[in-house]
């Protein structure tokens, strides 16, 4: 009787006699291997829209005020304008911060939008910020044009100056909140809003100062839908393991 021979190793020996050489197992790549990703901006809209405001911010501070004036006219959200062009100057009127770079609004635009951004992503974070800035500007500018149609207003109130970026920041304001744990979103939205009820309240500005609370109403409004998004881009507690374990 033939003895067969042990096969080396690495050799496996099948049925019919003939030694075949077992696939070598995929070498692993070294630790730290491979092509490196950039990393990504955090927060690409709020960055860009900063640097937007930081080019008209400059333009005003620097250029001649007669035409800075103009430029502030053409993009303001009055009647007069937003009856003629209403798409075109609800965005342009979004590209101007009224009282210049070093507005609180600014500040508040930094912090709250990159806040915002990095739970909902860009795309809704400006979602929010429009529907804010829409909603409020024809929530205030809307009775003044029925108030100059009915003769309770002159027609020069149809051309009042009327531009920034307040009231989007006030819809984000109120947005955050419904993201945040509640021993940090009732502060906020009582110091935020105690700030726009005493402006309301010293009749400075009373249609401005109407809208930022719309503003902030209508951020608060779209709670189920940010806490919805921001779930939804939260990565799952078995992804999370998983990542962790490869």
Request: charged content about 15%.
């Given at each position: 009787?033939?003895?067969?021979?042990p096969?080396p190793?690495g050799?496996?020996?099948?049925?019919?006699?003939?030694?075949?050489?077992?696939?070598?197992?995929?070498?692993?790549p070294?630790?730290?291997?491979?092509?490196?990703?950039?990393?990504r901006?955090?927060?690409p809209?709020?960055?860009?829209?900063?640097?937007?405001?930081?080019?008209?911010?400059w333009?005003?501070a620097?250029l001649?005020?007669?035409l800075?004036?103009?430029l502030h006219?053409?993009?303001s959200?009055?009647?007069?304008?937003?009856?003629?062009?209403?798409?075109?100057?609800?965005?342009?009127s979004?590209?101007?911060?009224?009282?210049?770079?070093?507005?609180?609004?600014?500040?508040?635009?930094?912090?709250?939008?990159?806040?915002?951004?990095?739970?909902?992503?860009?795309?809704?974070?400006?979602?929010?910020?429009?529907?804010?800035?829409?909603?409020?500007t024809?929530?205030?500018?809307?009775?003044?044009?029925?108030?100059?149609?009915?003769?309770?207003?002159?027609?020069?109130?149809?051309?009042?100056?009327?531009?920034?970026?307040?009231?989007?920041?006030a819809?984000?304001?109120?947005?955050l909140?419904?993201?945040?744990?509640?021993w940090?979103?009732?502060?906020?939205?009582?110091?935020?809003?105690?700030?726009l009820?005493?402006?309301?309240?010293?009749?400075?500005?009373?249609?401005?100062?109407?809208g930022h609370l719309?503003?902030?109403?209508?951020?608060?409004?779209?709670?189920?839908?940010?806490?919805?998004?921001?779930?939804?881009?939260e990565?799952?507690?078995?992804?999370v393991?998983?990542?962790?374990?490869?």
């Amino acid at each position: 009787m033939e003895r067969s021979s042990p096969a080396p190793p690495g050799v496996s020996r099948p049925l019919d006699g003939i030694p075949r050489q077992r696939a070598p197992r995929p070498a692993e790549p070294p630790a730290g291997g491979g092509p490196r990703r950039r990393p990504r901006v955090p927060v690409p809209f709020t960055l860009s829209y900063a640097a937007v405001l930081v080019v008209t911010s400059w333009v005003t501070a620097h250029l001649d005020p007669a035409l800075v004036h103009a430029l502030h006219q053409g993009s303001s959200t009055d009647v007069a304008h937003l009856l003629r062009a209403p798409v075109l100057v609800l965005v342009a009127s979004a590209l101007w911060v009224a009282g210049g770079i070093l507005s609180p609004f600014t500040l508040g635009f930094l912090l709250v939008l990159g806040a915002l951004e990095r739970r909902l992503g860009g795309v809704r974070t400006a979602v929010v910020f429009l529907v804010g800035h829409v909603l409020a500007t024809l929530a205030t500018e809307v009775p003044v044009g029925l108030a100059v149609l009915v003769g309770h207003l002159p027609d020069s109130s149809l051309h009042r100056l009327d531009y920034g970026i307040s009231f989007g920041v006030a819809a984000s304001v109120g947005a955050l909140a419904g993201l945040l744990r509640p021993w940090l979103r009732w502060p906020l939205l009582a110091a935020f809003g105690g700030m726009l009820a005493q402006d309301l309240l010293s009749f400075t500005d009373p249609m401005t100062g109407w809208g930022h609370l719309i503003a902030l109403a209508t951020g608060i409004g779209t709670w189920p839908w940010v806490r919805r998004r921001a779930a939804a881009r939260e990565p799952r507690a078995g992804d999370v393991s998983a990542r962790r374990s490869a």
